[in-house]
């Protein structure tokens, strides 16, 4: 369709842009100057002075020689700060080669894809950080895909928390696609984004060459076809690789959907736990999951079900 057809052009058109920019190919066009009577973001040729400057606003919540502290410790936590795209800028530059963090928080902090795309450009150097929390950024699609992009150069970055944005499908297929090319990063959370059946159908499809990875992508939009997609998926996966858990609460999943869950209960060896709550799964659907866990009960695979209807359907079969 024509719909189908023009998203695939903007996803491949966004995955291009990240690329170039992953490579290096051309500037920022985010890094604009401003008056000499405000602090701004420096030209590419400038050196970007260190977090803490007085007269910077975005970052002078901290001391220059507590942030210089800071900086030498394991851990960045800095969130609901405000750095906005400015202060991300500087922060971003003072980790490009820092050796000591691990894990950072940038949560809450207005970064929008401005920001997050200093901290994308940044991971292409950084060789440290394993953790990486963005949550509630404002971002979208622009600057998900960038730092997904960031993925095909960086092989330390583990876990990337990334709820409450304004994702959608191009950076669920812009992850998939960089996921089949890096097997160190090991979890997504993706939770509070708008994530349809294709990007699920995309995340799906990386586990053929991943099956290491996992995501959380509760409160999206998947519907029945991106349930579907999983659930083929993670049949596969169940086979050999421990999955902790699958979370699908709020996904405007339907009774086609919840089918297919219990087809994976039903088969799979390895699932811990699975979260379906809020959804439509319907009475039909949630009795499928049910007599699917009395089914698979011997080999103990799934604990905890967060969805009352599926748990009281189970419980019924069950006596």
């Not at 901290?119 to 960038?146: C, H, P, S, W, Y």
């Not at 959608?168 to 708008?194: G, H, M, P, S, V």
């Amino acid at each position: 369709s024509t719909q189908s057809t023009w998203g695939h052009f903007l996803s491949v058109y966004f995955f291009f842009v990240a690329c170039l920019y992953a490579s290096n190919c051309f500037s920022s066009p985010f890094l604009n100057c401003c008056s000499e009577t405000s602090f701004c973001m420096p030209r590419k040729k400038d050196k970007v002075p260190p977090p803490g400057m007085k007269k910077d606003p975005y970052t002078n919540f901290m001391k220059k020689a507590k942030w210089a502290q800071t900086l030498r410790t394991s851990t960045l936590e800095i969130p609901g700060r405000k750095i906005y795209k400015e202060g991300a800028l500087t922060v971003s530059h003072a980790l490009m080669k820092n050796i000591f963090v691990e894990r950072v928080n940038v949560m809450q902090n207005h970064l929008g894809d401005a920001g997050i795309t200093e901290f994308a450009q940044m991971l292409k150097v950084n060789q440290t950080i394993r953790t990486l929390n963005v949550g509630v950024n404002e971002i979208t699609d622009v600057g998900g895909v960038m730092l997904a992009a960031a993925l095909l150069v960086n092989r330390t970055l583990t876990c990337i928390y990334a709820p409450g944005n304004c994702l959608r499908d191009d950076t669920a297929a812009a992850f998939a696609f960089a996921l089949k090319q890096n097997r160190e990063l090991k979890y997504i959370d993706l939770t509070w984004n708008a994530i349809q059946d294709r990007g699920a159908k995309a995340l799906a499809a990386s586990f053929k060459v991943n099956p290491e990875f996992n995501f959380d992508l509760g409160q999206n939009r998947i519907g029945d076809e991106g349930a579907k997609a999983l659930s083929e998926a993670l049949k596969q996966k169940m086979n050999g690789t421990l999955h902790s858990g699958i979370n699908l609460w709020q996904n405007d999943i339907g009774k086609a959907g919840g089918l297919a869950m219990a087809e994976l209960v039903e088969q799979n060896n390895r699932l811990i736990s699975l979260n379906l709550a809020w959804n439509s799964i319907e009475n039909y659907g949630a009795s499928a999951i049910g007599k699917a866990l009395c089914v698979n009960v011997e080999c103990g695979a799934v604990g905890p079900v967060t969805d009352e209807d599926i748990k009281k359907s189970g419980e019924r079969i069950g006596r």
